[in-house]
């Protein structure tokens, strides 16, 4: 074999690990910042070395043949080792204070339970480039399945085989009224008494919703969302105005609202934070301190 092959061996695994990661040639080409017929041609030198066909082809689509689930398989963990050498040579010597950190997590996340962390993280390691990612839970998985973040922060209910979730923190649901609205002068509230009121929910595609229905769906009970609003904040600001209840995870309560706060643990359940990964992901010295920090100096809410 020649030396010069060697020597691009690990541009070629890195272009097919990419490309099989993302699903595409040109995803991967744009990720890697180089063109698509270069990763292309990477990707046909591995073949044209082990005399297999790598990838299906299926127009602009490619699935993975069993030989390059195979190949990926071994190579993956060689080419994020070469990537995270750094970091990981820090960690032999016992030293996350140096690199970068990627977290992904939802608005909710960002506001509520990461700023404490991240200020304590940031006093802790100051040298340490921190970015912060405000996705959705889908946008979420996306990143973390193209290792484009070390991990994210987040509630999961169904988690997809390829992902990690270790749940560290737990908030209770409350029902949050006006104080002037008619429910927050009841001693005891059931279901049925809610339902008679117009919801102010999270836009449908997102978890909250989905509980919300499936609850009332399960009493049997009718249930009119008045108003869809993106944020706690904002739902918070017109559940205020009074134009509407909602039911949210004490997380985005800090007792400065002008609210009337109802426990709601007897309809619907608590709800988790935690660490989401890519299963087989390599954790940065970066990564495992912050974590370790969630882990040991939460001060709000209950832990799990």
Same mark, same amino acid.
């Given at each position: 074999?020649?030396?010069?092959?060697?020597?691009?061996?690990?541009?070629?695994?890195?272009?097919?690990?990419?490309?099989?990661?993302?699903?595409?040639?040109?995803?991967?080409?744009?990720?890697?910042?180089?063109?698509?017929?270069?990763?292309?041609?990477?990707?046909?030198?591995?073949?044209?070395?082990?005399?297999?066909?790598?990838?299906?082809?299926?127009?602009?689509?490619?699935?993975?043949?069993?030989?390059?689930?195979?190949?990926?398989?071994?190579?993956?963990?060689?080419?994020?080792?070469?990537?995270?050498?750094?970091?990981?040579?820090?960690?032999?010597?016992?030293?996350?204070?140096?690199?970068?950190? *990627? @977290?992904?997590?939802?608005? =909710?996340?960002? &506001?509520?339970?990461? +700023?404490?962390?991240?200020?304590?993280?940031?006093?802790? %390691?100051?040298?340490?480039?921190?970015?912060?990612?405000?996705?959705?839970?889908?946008?979420?998985?996306?990143?973390?399945?193209?290792?484009?973040?070390?991990?994210?922060?987040?509630?999961?209910?169904?988690?997809?085989?390829?992902?990690?979730?270790?749940?560290?923190?737990?908030?209770?649901?409350?029902?949050?009224?006006?104080?002037?609205?008619?429910?927050?002068?009841?001693?005891?509230?059931?279901?049925?008494?809610?339902?008679?009121?117009?919801?102010?929910?999270?836009?449908?595609?997102?978890?909250?919703?989905?509980?919300?229905?499936?609850?009332?769906?399960?009493?049997?009970?009718?249930?009119?969302?008045?108003?869809?609003?993106?944020?706690?904040?904002?739902?918070?600001?017109?559940?205020?105005?009074?134009?509407?209840?909602?039911?949210?995870? *004490? @997380?985005?309560?800090?007792? =400065?609202?002008? &609210?009337?706060?109802? +426990?709601?643990?007897?309809?619907?359940?608590?709800?988790? %934070?935690?660490?989401?990964?890519?299963?087989?992901?390599?954790?940065?010295?970066?990564?495992?301190?912050?974590?370790?920090?969630?882990?040991?100096?939460?001060?709000?809410?209950?832990?799990?």
């Amino acid at each position: 074999m020649k030396p010069r092959s060697r020597q691009n061996r690990l541009s070629q695994l890195r272009g097919f690990c990419t490309t099989a990661q993302l699903g595409s040639i040109s995803a991967a080409a744009d990720k890697l910042e180089l063109s698509q017929p270069s990763v292309s041609m990477q990707i046909q030198a591995l073949e044209k070395e082990f005399g297999v066909m790598l990838f299906e082809r299926r127009g602009p689509k490619i699935k993975l043949t069993p030989e390059g689930e195979g190949l990926l398989e071994i190579a993956l963990p060689l080419v994020e080792g070469m990537e995270t050498l750094p970091e990981t040579f820090a960690a032999r010597c016992g030293n996350p204070a140096h690199g970068e950190l *990627d @977290i992904a997590a939802g608005e =909710s996340t960002l &506001l509520y339970l990461l +700023p404490q962390f991240v200020e304590r993280f940031a006093n802790d %390691y100051p040298e340490v480039q921190f970015r912060l990612h405000n996705v959705t839970g889908r946008d979420g998985l996306n990143m973390l399945r193209a290792d484009e973040v070390d991990f994210a922060v987040g509630s999961m209910v169904d988690v997809p085989d390829d992902i990690s979730y270790r749940p560290i923190f737990t908030y209770d649901p409350m029902l949050i009224a006006a104080p002037q609205h008619p429910l927050a002068a009841r001693d005891e509230l059931s279901l049925d008494d809610i339902s008679q009121y117009g919801l102010i929910l999270p836009p449908r595609h997102l978890s909250t919703w989905r509980m919300v229905k499936s609850v009332f769906e399960q009493h049997e009970l009718d249930y009119e969302v008045r108003l869809e609003a993106g944020g706690w904040e904002v739902i918070k600001k017109y559940v205020e105005l009074n134009l509407g209840i909602s039911i949210v995870t *004490d @997380i985005c309560l800090d007792g =400065s609202e002008n &609210l009337h706060v109802r +426990p709601m643990g007897r309809y619907f359940k608590s709800r988790t %934070y935690g660490v989401v990964t890519r299963r087989g992901k390599f954790l940065t010295p970066q990564a495992k301190a912050f974590i370790r920090l969630m882990d040991k100096n939460f001060f709000g809410g209950s832990r799990v």
